[in-house]
């Protein structure tokens, strides 16, 4: 099984700063990676899938990049709507594996 | 528009048998490239595979709950069942079922789908408890 690794746990951010979050898989995935957004009570939401494809109805904000073993989500200057849980997920090899998460918390 | 609409027990006793029905609208199982799975989040944690199911019956498992855990598909009432037997207080979570398109590629006229998921039901929570 792939391990998933999401740093840091936690991200203090302040409105309109740039947030990066990093994942790092136990073995290469290729670019066979997807992001979510959690927030509390709702479903992940898919913001990018095959590392740097955004979904259609994202903000140009968030980006992915990346690939093998070493994966970032960028937001470039956050919104209130941001403050979240963003968890990684490779979907390479089964059984897809996700990160423990990274939440993006206001500074 | 796809939507997906989980639905079942609230409360199940340890030792008893899950069953969830995932009944979804705007797609079909039976086109290429496509998935349903069931996804689980226990309270405060992170994000579990369980099982998925794709458009040629093709049916994945997770290796730590495989022999639990069955998906079947009905595919002429859009309809995905997921149960789990011998249920336990740890499987308290909150059960999601998603849509997953799909990444395509051809190695040696052979086509390899990677699964991602890109719709997901409001989820359903389920107390094991006795």
């Known amino acids: 099984e792939i391990v998933m690794t999401q740093s840091p746990a936690t991200l203090s951010v302040s409105p309109g700063e740039r947030a990066t979050l990093s994942c790092r898989a136990s073995?290469?995935?290729?670019?066979?990676l997807a992001w979510y957004q959690q927030k509390p009570g709702q479903a992940p939401r898919l913001l990018i899938y095959?590392?740097?494809t955004r979904v259609t109805g994202i903000p140009a904000r968030f980006s992915g990049s990346g690939s093998g073993t070493e994966f970032t989500l960028t937001i470039s200057s956050l919104q209130s709507e941001d403050f979240a849980v963003y968890y990684c997920?490779?979907?390479?090899?089964?059984?897809?594996?996700f990160g423990q998460g990274t939440k993006v918390e206001i500074k | 528009q796809i939507t997906l609409k989980e639905s079942g027990p609230t409360l199940v006793k340890p030792t008893q048998t899950l069953t969830l029905t995932c009944t979804f609208s705007?797609?079909?199982?039976?086109?290429?490239?496509?998935?349903v799975g069931w996804i689980r989040q226990p309270p405060g944690k992170a994000l579990e595979w369980l099982a998925l199911?794709?458009?040629?019956?093709?049916?994945r498992y997770s290796p730590s709950l495989k022999s639990r855990v069955t998906i079947t598909k009905d595919t002429s009432k859009n309809q995905v069942v997921l149960t789990m037997t011998n249920m336990d207080p740890v499987d308290t979570a909150t059960y999601y079922c998603?849509?997953?398109?799909?990444?395509?590629?051809?190695?040696?006229?052979?086509?390899?789908?990677?699964?991602?998921?890109?719709?997901w039901g409001g989820g359903t929570t389920v107390t094991v408890s006795s």
């Open positions: 998603a849509h997953s398109g799909a990444t395509v590629t051809t190695f040696r006229f052979r086509n390899y789908y990677y699964y991602y998921t890109d719709v």
């Open positions: 705007g797609f079909s199982l039976s086109t290429s490239g496509v998935g």
């Open positions: 199911i794709s458009w040629d019956d093709d049916k």
């Open positions: 073995q290469s995935v290729s670019s066979i």
């Open positions: 095959d590392a740097s």
């Open positions: 997920q490779q979907y390479n090899n089964w059984p897809y594996t």
